[in-house]
């Protein structure tokens, strides 16, 4: 069995700490070494304090997203008092899993994973952790076959289901867009990963049942670590297709990069729709400036600030895996507004 939680608002970070402490931690029982009543731990504080936590918010450091989940695993750091150490990957699999190999010699209390690289690739490293008494979940991007593995253990999930996340961003955007059957579209995604790709493919997927014409194209390594990377790429399908009149970016830097990337292709802010993925300073920007149409926002800060409260949750307290789904819909011009003083404090 899953357990889904859905976050709903988070009026502080401390909050959120003192409010599941509070629902899950129970009181004496006249055993000298029953764990604290909530109102104790409420005072003290700090209940994780000296546990080594490894933590990876995907990269790179200052990145668009990466730097948002990097500030809510700090704010739980300094709210639970753990000791957690940041690994940055550049959203590269390869770098994720040499970098989780490396954590387990390090024996921390628990390891707070990107699930880019996929059950298959990180089986092997998980496994190894877990049998070393090491507490693994994930964040942003699901394994599902290790979570069920571990579940009991402490093995969450803090992310979206990817696919509906895909799904519903295509769907809107047709809707809200005024698409039409046989109007062209490109999607820029990562179909090669194989868990995280699921959400590029929701996409595809969405577009293609309202009958446009979908071409793609594959976030290559370099353009995955650097947006900007990505305009000759940009410039040259603009070129070739001027029928285009949906551009999905499935990578928050590359909607965060839109505004250049029509500059460069000589597009003006209307002549060229963009839908994509996650909040930013620079998105805020693009949205309010008509260079991005629509995003769905999957409040990544919690996917910081959740994985952190997991593992301590599981380490303290012995709590099993909680799936818990960030998404909070679809973000345009029309409801940006009260979001803009967040965003740009690196929260929303």
Known sequence: MRRYVRILAVPTAAAV????????????????????????LATAG???????????????????????????????????????????????????????????????????????????ALRRWVDQ?????????????????????????????VGQNLYNSGLLLGKSAVSQLHLKKGDRAMVWGLLSQPTRGLRTKGAIDALKKAGLKVDYIEINSQTNADPTAGVPTFTAYVSSHPDVKLVVTDHGGLTATAEQYLKAAHKSASALSVAGFDMSPATVKAIQGGWVDLILDQQEWLQGYLPILQVCLAKVYKFAGLNIDTGSGIINKSNIGPLVPLVNRLIR
């Open 17 to 40: 700490a003192a409010v599941i402490a509070a629902a899950f931690v129970g009181g004496g029982n006249g055993n000298a070494n029953a764990a604290p009543s909530a109102a104790s």
């Open 129 to 157: 952790a877990e049998g070393k008494g090491i507490i693994v979940t994930s964040q942003n991007t699901e394994l599902p076959t290790l979570e069920a593995k571990y579940a009991a253990k402490g093995f969450g999930y």
């Open 46 to 120: 700090k209940w994780c304090a000296g546990q080594k936590i490894v933590f990876f918010p995907g990269g790179p450091a200052g990145g668009v997203f990466a730097v948002n989940v990097f500030n809510g695993a700090k704010q739980a750091a300094a709210d639970l008092g753990a000791n957690v150490q940041y690994v940055w990957s550049n959203w590269d699999p390869e770098t994720m899993v040499k970098q989780f190999k490396a954590a387990v010699a390090t024996k921390p209390a628990g390891i707070a994973v990107m699930g880019h690289p996929g059950d298959a």
